[in-house]
């Protein structure tokens, strides 16, 4: 079965601090990944994704991530955390072939000044 | 450009009412879809619509019924309201696959009592 696990709900980093949140998969083939971010009553936001070529991937507002087959993770890194940065963030995986797309369960941000 | 805008913002419903989500694009996107977010869940795909005049099932599509009359429309409709459909529903859309980047609207936010 897919699935994608987020294991951390709430992290709170230090403005200046890096960051990294984990995510791992589970799925069949080798999908799409991806990681999108929601602020506080918004709609989502794409800020990378994965499907081929270079394991890391760059993506906006100076977010990176770095997808590791063997451990089945997809997790998201950046060098120093700004406040703005604070909200929720969810790893996906989609196929395109058959219109599947799952979400994990969300990690929360909390940037302390 | 709006992009995707979503109607009612928010709304109380009473059970076994009938209930219509509107959401429309102005991006040309071939293909939308509709989720639901429901808290330690993450999102979670109820219907999907690769082209107008074509829908599909998503993830949880139970209870739910969608149509695709022009591109720049997709309607969610709830037939019959019950308590377990309160949540937050957004609509999405793509330019033609679901691993395309999704742009998301603001979401609605409904409450069945």
């Known amino acids: 079965a897919q699935s994608v696990t987020q294991p951390d709900i709430h992290i709170t980093v230090s403005e200046g601090a890096s960051l990294e949140l984990r995510c791992n998969y589970s799925y069949g083939a080798t999908p799409y990944l991806f990681w999108y971010v929601q602020s506080p009553g918004q709609g989502l936001q794409l800020l990378l994704k994965?499907?081929?070529?270079?394991?890391l991937v760059q993506g906006i507002k100076g977010f990176e991530a770095e997808f590791k087959r063997s451990q089945s993770s997809f997790n998201l890194r950046k060098p120093s955390v700004h406040w703005s940065d604070a909200a929720e963030y969810f790893c996906?995986?989609?196929?395109?072939?058959?219109?599947?797309?799952?979400f994990g369960s969300g990690t929360k941000l909390n940037v302390k000044p | 450009i709006a992009g995707i805008t979503q109607a009612p913002t928010s709304q109380i419903l009473a059970a076994g009412r009938r209930m219509t989500l509107r959401c429309t694009q102005d991006?040309?996107?071939?293909?939308m879809y509709w989720y639901r977010q429901d808290l330690g869940l993450g999102l979670r795909l109820i219907h999907y619509s690769n082209t107008a005049g074509t829908t599909g099932k998503g993830e949880v599509p139970d209870g739910y019924s969608v149509s695709r009359a022009n591109t720049d429309d997709f309607p969610l409709t709830l037939a019959s309201a019950v308590p377990s459909q309160t949540s937050v529903y957004f609509c999405?859309?793509?330019?033609?696959?679901?691993?395309?980047?999704?742009?998301f609207g603001p979401g609605t936010r409904l409450t069945v009592l």
């Open positions: 996906a995986v989609g196929d395109g072939n058959f219109n599947k797309f799952y």
């Open positions: 991006m040309r996107h071939n293909a």
């Open positions: 999405a859309s793509s330019i033609g696959k679901i691993t395309d980047t999704q742009y």
């Open positions: 994965y499907f081929s070529g270079d394991t």
